[in-house]
């Protein structure tokens, strides 16, 4: 599936989190939701952004706006990283990369000239209508949470 361009209605999905709860898209409805997929916990750069997103929670929090980290591997590798690294938001696991594949985010990716499937690191903000507000592609993780940050204030 292609990625989900602004304006167009975001795809209802239901995931557990770190601790087993279930999260619906349509639990958030009438606030704005940052969803960022990565790769993969406990990676470098999958670990500077959940820590970014999480040193900047506060200000996500005052800004009424929801963090949700989305990748694959199961709640338990989710709780550990959770954990390891006293990240406070929901990460959601999906591990059978469904939801990665309705957000057009899962995709060939290259890497020591091996092709695999995997998730590319996108992030989408939601606007309290459902509706994708904005779209980073490939994002780089240094100073990504601030680029959202000013992506809602501008919402």
Known sequence: M???DEGKKAPAFSLKDQDGKPHKLSDYAGKSVVLYFYPKDDTPGCTKESCDFRDNLVRFNASKASVLGISILDEQSKAKFAKKYDLKFPLLADA???VAEKYGV????MR???????IVRTTYLIGPDGKVAKRWDKV???GHAGEV???IAGN
């Open 140 to 142: 780089n993780v240094e």
């Open 106 to 109: 899962w995709q060939k990716k």
């Open 2 to 4: 292609a990625l989900i």
């Open 149 to 151: 940050l000013k992506a």
């Open 112 to 118: 020591y000239g091996r092709s695999y499937m995997g």
């Open 96 to 98: 059978d990369h469904g």
